[in-house]
């Protein structure tokens, strides 16, 4: 079956600690995608790689960093300059490109405290 | 820029039709997407539309377009409790070059 995995479901940390949240598809999409959603609220995009070894920031970046050594894969680090790390991470893939559907993984939910 | 908004918050019944609107700015969309998520879950691509088309029919869902008013609606026929959900539409940007999400709608489907 192929699918996107987020890994682990829930995450628990401490202030201070970067910590980095898994992301792979076996769907040989090109491009993928790191959303975050608070309560109440809509996405809003962290991330993006259109391909291998290239990404760019989306409309909130700071305090994350992202690669993309794999086509496969595209790890999320929260590090601790981000000042609130709480909330409901999201992977997405798709096909090409960044206007076509995109397929979306379980999720993690994070919890810094 | 381009924009895609919704409509927070909808109830109804059990058994009656629920209708979910969103609006887009960008005209040179060509696919408009339907995505539901359930609680503590991702998002769910439900369905789709191609701009060339008005109305887009699956089994309970209908999805219809008006491209001169930019306005795209889902169509839940005899909603049921299962459907609570926040649905999302998208709708690709031709300035950004990525697809843009609505805030969402939940639904709420009261017994």
């Known amino acids: 079956d192929g699918g996107i995995t987020q890994s682990p479901k829930y995450l628990f940390r401490k202030e201070g600690q970067n910590v980095t949240l898994s992301c792979e598809q076996n769907?040989?999409?090109?491009?993928m995608y790191w959303y975050r959603q608070d309560p109440g609220q809509g996405l809003r995009l962290i991330y993006y790689?259109?391909?291998?070894?290239?990404?760019q920031k989306g409309d909130i970046a700071e305090g994350y960093s992202v690669s993309r050594e794999k086509k496969e894969s595209f790890p999320l680090t929260v590090t601790s300059a981000q000042k609130n790390p709480t909330a409901f991470y999201l992977c997405a893939s798709s096909i090409e490109g960044t206007v076509y559907e995109q397929y979306f993984g379980p999720g993690t939910r994070l919890t810094v405290t | 820029g381009e924009d895609v908004e919704q409509s927070l918050f909808l109830s109804v019944r059990e058994g009656d039709s629920s209708v979910i609107n969103c609006t887009y700015t960008d005209s040179s969309s060509t696919y408009l997407y339907w995505y539901k998520q359930e609680p503590g879950a991702g998002l769910q691509l439900l369905t789709y539309i191609f701009s060339n088309m008005d109305m887009k029919q699956d089994q309970r869902l209908t999805v219809l377009l008006n491209k001169k008013d930019k306005h795209l609606s889902l169509r839940i026929a005899d909603t049921q409790t299962g459907d609570s959900a926040i649905y999302f539409c998208a709708a690709p940007s031709s300035n950004t070059g990525k697809l843009i999400f609505g805030q969402g709608t939940t639904l709420q489907v009261k017994p």
């Open positions: 769907l040989n999409h090109d491009a």
């Open positions: 790689s259109q391909i291998v070894n290239d990404f």
